[in-house]
C-alpha cells in the first residue's frame, strides 16, 4: 500500500474539496480486502433501517448489514475479523494516509465511523447535500466503476461555498448539474479523498462497493460509539485494538455517548479560498435554488399547519 503523489492529492483537495482516484493497495492487498468484505456481506442478514431500534444506534453493531433509507447497504467491519482489522490499522497507521487526513482533521484526528457500501440499480439517489463541515473522508474502491456505476458524485470547489446548504438540495438528483461536477470513479483498490463540506450526492447505477471511513478533529472526542468486550472473533477489543485503529476509535474509554453537532472549529483547514469566475456564478445559482427551496418547502408546511 502506497500513495505516491501526497502533494497532490493535498492540492486537489484544496482546490476541489475531493480528490479524483489515486493508487492505493496493489493486486493482492485489494483482493484481500475486497474477499474478506464479500465474505461479510455474503454472510451477514440484512436488517431493514426501519427495524434498528433507536436506541442502538450508539451501540457498535457488527453482526448484521442494514438496508437503508436509500436501498444502500452499509455494513460495520470492524471487529468481525481478525486479519482483516489487522489490514485496517495498517491502512489508518500508513504514512502518507496519515499525512493527508492530519492535513485536513488535525492532529490527534479520530475515526467517526469505517462502514462497507454496497449500491446498485434498484438503490435511490441520494441527493445533493453536505455533511458536517469538519468531516473528511477516505474511501477505497472494492470493484471497478465507470461512469454507469453507483458513485459519490461532488460539486467541485463547493468546500468553499460560504453559505451552508446542508440539506436544503437533497431532493436534486445528483445526475444533474453534469458540467459541474465529478463522479468518483476508479479502480478497485484506488483511493479518494473528499471534505464533507462539499457539495456531494451518490448517483445510482451498476453495483458498486466502498469502504468509507469518516474522520472528524479531536475536538469531537466525546462522539463516540460504545463497543461491546468481544470482537466477532472472540478477543477483547482492549487487546485487539491495542493500536492506532483503536486509538482513531477511542474505544477503550467508553464514556457515555454524546452526539455534538457542528462544532465550530471556526478555522479552516483549505489552503485555497476564492472561488474561480465559474464558480461563482455556479454558486450564485445553487444559492438561489437552496432559497427557492427552503422557501417552497417552509410554505407547504405551513399550508399543511
Ligand atoms: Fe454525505
Not at 485487539?240 to 485503529?245: G, P, R
Not at 435554488?289 to 417552509?298: A, D, G, K, M, Q
Request: with cysteine; net charge positive.
Amino acid at each position: 500500500m502506497k500513495l505516491i503523489s501526497v502533494s497532490n492529492i493535498i492540492s486537489e483537495v484544496n482546490r476541489y474539496g475531493f480528490t479524483k482516484s489515486h493508487l492505493f493497495l496493489d493486486e493482492k492487498e485489494s483482493n484481500f480486502l475486497s474477499d474478506k468484505c464479500n465474505t461479510i456481506s455474503r454472510k451477514n442478514k440484512i436488517v431493514s433501517y426501519l427495524d434498528v431500534k433507536p436506541d442502538s444506534q450508539s451501540v457498535y453493531e457488527n453482526n448484521y448489514s442494514v438496508k437503508n433509507f436509500f436501498q444502500a447497504i452499509t455494513t460495520n467491519i470492524i471487529g468481525v475479523d481478525e486479519e482483516l482489522d489487522i489490514f485496517f490499522n495498517k491502512i489508518f497507521s500508513n504514512k502518507e494516509v496519515t499525512t493527508v487526513l492530519k492535513k485536513f482533521t488535525g492532529e490527534g484526528y479520530i475515526l467517526n465511523n469505517l462502514s462497507m457500501r454496497y449500491m446498485n440499480r434498484n438503490s435511490k439517489f441520494v441527493g445533493w447535500h453536505q455533511d458536517d463541515p469538519n468531516a473528511f473522508s477516505l474511501a477505497i474502491l472494492l470493484n471497478n466503476t465507470d461512469h454507469n456505476s453507483a458513485t459519490t458524485t461532488f460539486i467541485k470547489s463547493s468546500h468553499m461555498f460560504k453559505h451552508k446548504f446542508g440539506k436544503s438540495l437533497e431532493k436534486i438528483n445528483p445526475k444533474y448539474f453534469k458540467e459541474i461536477s465529478h463522479r468518483a470513479i476508479g479502480r478497485k483498490g484506488e483511493v479518494y479523498f473528499f471534505s464533507n463540506s462539499t457539495i456531494h450526492g451518490v448517483q445510482v447505477g451498476s453495483a458498486s462497493t466502498v469502504i468509507i471511513g469518516c474522520f472528524l478533529p479531536k475536538e469531537y472526542i466525546d462522539k463516540k460509539q460504545i463497543f461491546p468486550k468481544l470482537t466477532l472473533y472472540n478477543k477483547d477489543y482492549n487487546i485487539a485494538l491495542d493500536n492506532e485503529l483503536g486509538r482513531l476509535l477511542n474505544f477503550n474509554d467508553n464514556k457515555t455517548y454524546q452526539y455534538r453537532q457542528e462544532t465550530d472549529l471556526k478555522k479552516s483547514r483549505f489552503a485555497q479560498k476564492n472561488l474561480s469566475f465559474k464558480n461563482l456564478i455556479m454558486y450564485i445559482f445553487l444559492f438561489l435554488l437552496s432559497t427557492t427551496l427552503t422557501t417552497i418547502e417552509f410554505i407547504y408546511r405551513l399550508r399543511k399547519k
